[in-house]
């Protein structure tokens, strides 16, 4: 069974920075896409920031120049460095993968449960 695991949540101060990682355990053939998506009180889920298996990256607007998306293959982990923390970056951050169980299966697309993020003086 596959599982996403987030860490690295929690309160920080406006201008602050946090770095998440999201760590896929189980049995992994490979990991194509990874991303993190992000959910605020009263809003959709949206996407935060997305990284293909071969590095090629994409960003919300909202985000562009202040967050930062890698990941190692080889630790199954995705990792998002957030800078310049606003307060409107508040919300419960949730890791996204598609996963190949074997050679010849098709990506299936898991979720992990979730980290917050708190930015408040």
């Known amino acids: 069974q596959v599982q996403l695991v987030e860490s690295g949540g929690g309160l920080v101060q406006p201008g602050g920075s946090l770095r998440l990682s999201c760590v896929a355990s189980?049995?992994?053939?490979?990991?194509?896409?990874m991303g993190w998506y992000r959910q605020a009180p009263g809003k959709e889920r949206e996407l935060v920031a997305e990284i293909t298996s071969g590095g090629s990256t994409k960003y919300a607007d909202s985000v562009k120049g202040r967050f930062s998306i890698s990941r190692d293959n080889a630790k199954n982990t995705g990792f998002l460095q957030m800078n310049s923390l606003k307060p409107e970056d508040t919300a419960v951050y949730y890791c996204?993968?598609?996963?190949?169980?074997?050679?010849?299966?098709?990506?299936?697309?898991?979720w992990g449960k979730g980290t917050l993020v708190t930015v408040s003086s």
């Open positions: 189980g049995r992994i053939f490979s990991i194509n896409s």
């Open positions: 996204n993968a598609d996963i190949i169980l074997s050679m010849l299966a098709v990506p299936m697309n898991y």
